[in-house]
């Protein structure tokens, strides 16, 4: 970091054999002189703990903490019979402590600093809760029952310091003329969250390493569950009927960053960068500020009923069937506050786009930005960056100011669209049937088959994100500037980027299927032979419909002219191909102009397993219980998980279809109990001494072999991105297999790829 290049003298160089746009101050180069320092810079700086390790590469300070985690937990159950027809029991579970406290925080959460707080406090981790469940059941008559549940559970997790001022600006002196500017008042008064790496500093000092957001985070979940369960046995059939009612209740921070954050580190981008990222604090100079413009909680509700009618049908002796029909309605999580908001292709409307300054030459060869793609600075309505201060650099891809419609497409819930963002899927119907047949008379060899439709909500987060969208929460980004200059009312936009739900509103499905014998054999053990099998449909996907298609960045008409050089016209054919590296940025070729990657939540992903499931189990006789196990399956999808990125150009299936992540061919697995036989009865061994110690001895075990999972090889290009070597940011290039990757390979950890 000698050489800091000085950003007042934007154009020049800075380096051992040209130091004159260098900081220096009175000769010293590297120091930066009192009238360029920055007060709230300095006073970042100084929370940190000064240096106690010298001579190390990429870091200059250490510590070893403990940790505690202290729990309580209380139970209480009651079993009760109220007379010889009706009996009932309770249980309740009170999480009276569970906290994590750790001076680096609980990974995975909002805060997670990586160096100790001045204080000497500590980020707390906090959940208590409890859970309560109720039964009651009824002998109705000889024939029938009856079973009642209700259970609730209740979950609140915090995580915040454990002094409050260690994450405020007032608890550490960044007030007055030390405070670090932002657009909005920071909740709660929590401090900018900041970076200084870019390429120069590793290890740099970081308010949250986890995930998350970095600001207050605060989330209860509460479940209601009622079930009610009738049985009937109507001379040769069993049938049973019953409802389900759950109520759930989750209310949730949005992960925004409501206090701001700065990214000072350097970049070669950034025209005022100094170089390094601590000297770039030290003058105000950041690479990107961005601050969500409200902290909000979402408050967030959904209730699943079920009813079902199920017979199991004594038909013959040998032949019972298991048929019944079960509804769903599940209605999709929402916030009750109308506070999430979706995008609608069909909805925006091109007129009406915010327009980008786009990289253009003016006559005489000098960079500007011009709000048209063929930089005609005299055409109406022509708007350049010349009207700024700064180099053009700095507003090139940023949004011009009051040049459209921020909310373009956008549709917030209860205006204009109900308050799920989608359609409710109506009542789901579930057919299940099975049936069971003796083959031999005497119960030693049984065939049993069975099919079913199960259906389950997805997980919340998928919703959750929604509420990070305009027009509830705006999160403007501005880069490249001095932080005193930092103004909401003057900051050029960049784009941003959205989360959308698909309308189609449909709940994901799973079809079940499985067919076997079962046989008894000598030596009390019993062989299980079955096919299973599964069809996972309308699984989740994440589709971005903003990306820059695929070989835009190819295309003549997308390169960038500036990067192609003053008086040079871009051509790009096939006797001239372009490489993809000097053409626009995504954001100037995306179908909805305005905004970056705008991924929905979809519902067309597909799976399917196959299987052959052998078990031999020998009941528990002489001692000893021995089990063996063994699966050989395949399992392919198109989506390992929730949110699996689809293609944008409609070939998922073609492209990612292929083994699931988690797949497991072969699974061979043996459990085994055994009782060591003791001494009892062995002459001059029986006696109370040698039984206490060498009787009533147990050997258990699971044993498991089974083959791994599928490996995806990857590669990359240095200097090169996605968008260069794809033509599209929204997804990276991929290995082709053209032959057999094991062969001539060897057990050489360098040598398992040909």
Excluded at 137 to 159: D, I, K, Q, R, W
Aim: overall charge positive; glycine content about 10%.
């Amino acid at each position: 970091a000698q050489y800091i290049h000085d950003p007042l003298l934007p154009s020049g160089h800075c380096n051992a054999s040209d130091t004159t746009n260098c900081l220096q101050n009175n000769g010293v180069i590297g120091q930066i002189p009192a009238n360029q320092l920055y007060a709230p810079g300095l006073a970042l700086l100084s929370i940190f703990p000064e240096p106690n390790v010298s001579g190390q590469k990429g870091y200059n300070f250490q510590s070893a903490v403990s940790s505690s985690n202290p729990r309580h937990e209380q139970l209480l159950r009651m079993d009760y019979n109220l007379s010889q027809n009706w009996r009932v029991w309770g249980s309740f579970t009170n999480l009276v402590q569970d906290v994590e406290t750790g001076a680096y925080g609980p990974q995975g959460y909002s805060l997670t600093p990586n160096y100790p707080f001045p204080s000497g406090g500590a980020a707390q981790y906090k959940h208590p809760g409890y859970a309560l469940s109720f039964n009651l059941t009824t002998t109705l008559s000889p024939t029938s029952t009856n079973e009642f549940t209700y259970g609730m559970a209740h979950h609140l997790v915090t995580v915040l310091p454990s002094i409050p001022t260690d994450v405020t600006r007032a608890g550490l002196g960044l007030t007055g003329s030390k405070a670090l500017p932002t657009f909005y008042t920071p909740y709660a008064d929590w401090i900018p969250e900041f970076s200084f790496g870019g390429s120069k500093i590793s290890n740099s000092p970081s308010m949250r390493t986890g995930g998350g957001a970095f600001s207050p985070f605060s989330t209860y979940n509460t479940t209601i569950e009622f079930a009610d369960n009738y049985s009937k046995i109507l001379r040769n059939h069993i049938l049973k009927t019953g409802v389900y009612l759950q109520r759930n209740r989750k209310d949730q921070s949005a992960f925004v960053n409501s206090s701001g954050t700065y990214n000072f580190g350097d970049s070669s981008s950034n025209p005022l960068d100094t170089g390094f990222g601590f000297a770039n604090a030290a003058v105000g100079v950041y690479t990107q500020f961005s601050q969500a413009s409200n902290y909000l909680m979402g408050e967030y509700r959904y209730t699943n009923l079920e009813m079902y009618i199920q017979d199991t049908w004594k038909v013959k002796p040998r032949v019972t069937l298991n048929y019944g029909l079960r509804a769903y309605y599940v209605q999709p999580q929402f916030d009750q506050m109308l506070q999430t908001s979706t995008f609608f292709p069909n909805r925006y409307d091109p007129t009406r786009a915010t327009q980008l300054f786009w990289p253009c030459f003016d006559s005489s060869g000098t960079k500007i930005g011009v709000n048209r793609q063929d930089c005609n600075v005299n055409a109406p309505g022509a708007i350049t960056t010349a009207q700024y201060p700064g180099p053009a650099s700095l507003y090139i891809g940023k949004i011009v100011p009051n040049s459209g419609d921020l909310t373009n497409g956008i549709l917030q819930a209860g205006v204009g669209i109900n308050k799920y963002l989608m359609r409710s899927p109506g009542i789901l119907w579930a057919p299940r049937f099975g049936i069971a047949i003796g083959l031999t008379g005497n119960g030693n060899m049984v065939f049993h088959a069975g099919a079913g439709a199960f259906y389950d909500r997805y997980q919340g987060n998928e919703i959750f994100n929604t509420i990070t969208n305009p027009p509830s929460i705006y999160t403007p980004t501005v880069y490249n500037g001095f932080a005193q200059d930092l103004n909401p009312s003057n900051a050029l936009l960049g784009t941003s980027n959205l989360t959308a739900m698909s309308y189609a509103g449909k709940v994901p499905a799973t079809y079940n299927f499985s067919a076997g014998i079962q046989a008894k054999l000598p030596y009390q053990m019993v062989l299980d032979t079955s096919y299973v099998g599964a069809l996972g449909r309308k699984l989740l996907y994440n589709l971005n419909i903003n990306g820059a298609p695929y070989g835009a960045a190819f295309l003549t008409q997308n390169q960038d002219p500036t990067k192609w050089g003053f008086g040079n016209t871009p051509i790009c054919d096939a006797a001239n191909p372009c490489d993809g590296t000097k053409s626009y940025s995504p954001d100037y070729v995306r179908p909805y102009s305005g905004y970056g990657n705008i991924p929905i939540q979809g519902f067309g992903a597909t799976s399917n397993y196959n299987s052959l499931q052998l078990s031999l189990s020998r009941r528990y006789a002489k001692g000893l219980f021995l089990g063996v196990a063994y699966t050989w399956s395949k399992c392919l999808t198109c989506s390992d998980n929730d949110g699996a990125g689809a293609r944008i150009d409609n070939l998922t299936v073609l492209a990612n279809y292929g083994p699931c992540g988690y797949d497991i061919r072969q699974n061979l697995t043996f459990n085994y109990v055994y009782n060591i036989p003791g001494v009892t009865g062995h002459g001059s061994l029986d006696n109370p001494i040698t039984r206490g110690i060498l009787n009533d001895w147990q050997v258990s075990g699971i044993t498991t072999y089974r083959t791994g999972t599928p490996f995806s090889p990857g590669f990359s290009v240095s200097g090169y991105d996605n968008f260069s070597l794809t033509g599209t940011g929204a997804f990276g290039a991929r290995v082709k297999l053209v032959g057999v990757p094991t062969s001539g390979a060897s057990g050489s950890p360098y040598n398992r790829l040909n």
